[in-house]
């Protein structure tokens, strides 16, 4: 990149994030992968000290250390409403597919089971979400209860090696809880749920996010100008909603997004 591009580029961080944090965000950057685990360490204090869903909720949507942050991909509201349902029977072996930021990973392991076993699959530079750098799993790891079994997995979903894999973790246990947020294609989604199903227990959970369509169709810009999707989910949502005892947690702010989740 030539000087001039530099400046260019720097030009535009600056009038879109303001000089102070394009300063701090220049600075921490580079170094990120070596304070990870200070930023991992700090999480954990903070998740100690929490009082119940709200104060975890502000946790990961608030948390910054270093410029690192785990702002889950979800609505607050949304996603709240679904850790108080899995609050109400915390699962003791639970598997997220799309990790991304980490936030709702994070989540799920503060109302698993103190002695869950949590699974996360993710696919690096995926088109719905990025996956997440090499660099984070030392902070990722740091979301796991001290009696947790936390296992991180950066693969394909869609791939049948992963899913052995997965069931080769599980040791012949089943799945209490199974969230769904990779591939938002209607066939990715569609293969994601006939995958990995078979791994869930008799009357288990399995959640599923963005399933509702943005009002007349159209495209959901975020405040930052970035183009939010929700892919053909709400489609393979209709299609299997019916089929088990189903609810869905949207925000009526929102009108679109929102989670939905099935009684296996």
């Avoid at 100690?48 to 608030?62: C, N, S, T, Y």
């Avoid at 609505?75 to 915390?90: A, K, N, T």
């Avoid at 109302?111 to 660099?135: C, E, K, M, N, T």
């Avoid at 183009?227 to 189903?246: C, H």
């Amino acid at each position: 990149m030539s000087v001039a591009q530099t400046f260019k580029r720097a030009g535009r961080g600056v009038e879109r994030y303001g000089l102070g944090p394009f300063v701090s965000e220049a600075v921490t950057r580079p170094v990120r992968p070596w304070l990870a685990p200070l930023a991992g360490h700090a999480l954990r204090r903070r998740a100690a000290r929490a009082r119940g869903l709200d104060d975890l909720l502000d946790i990961a949507f608030g948390f910054d250390s270093f410029g690192i942050t785990i702002v889950p991909g979800q609505v607050r509201d949304e996603i709240g409403g679904l850790l108080r349902r899995l609050h109400e029977e915390p699962p003791r072996r639970m598997l997220e597919i799309g990790t991304c930021t980490g936030g709702s990973l994070f989540l799920f392991a503060q109302v698993a089971a103190p002695d869950a076993h949590v699974i996360s699959v993710d696919l690096p530079d995926g088109d719905f979400g990025g996956g997440y750098p090499a660099w984070k799993t030392p902070l990722y790891r740091s979301f796991a209860q001290p009696l947790q079994r936390l296992d991180l997995l950066r693969a394909d979903s869609h791939d049948p090696a992963t899913v052995e894999q997965v069931d080769s973790l599980l040791g012949g246990e089943q799945l209490d809880f199974l969230f769904i947020d990779g591939d938002h294609s209607y066939d990715g989604v569609k293969q994601d749920f006939e995958s990995y199903s078979p791994l869930v227990r008799e009357g288990g959970l399995i959640g599923f996010h963005d399933i509702a369509a943005p009002p007349g169709g159209g495209p959901v810009i975020d405040s930052d100008g970035s183009l939010l999707l929700v892919g053909d989910v709400p489609d393979y949502w209709k299609s299997i909603r019916a089929r088990y005892p189903s609810e869905e947690f949207v925000a009526a702010a929102e009108g679109c997004f929102g989670i939905g989740l099935l009684q296996f």
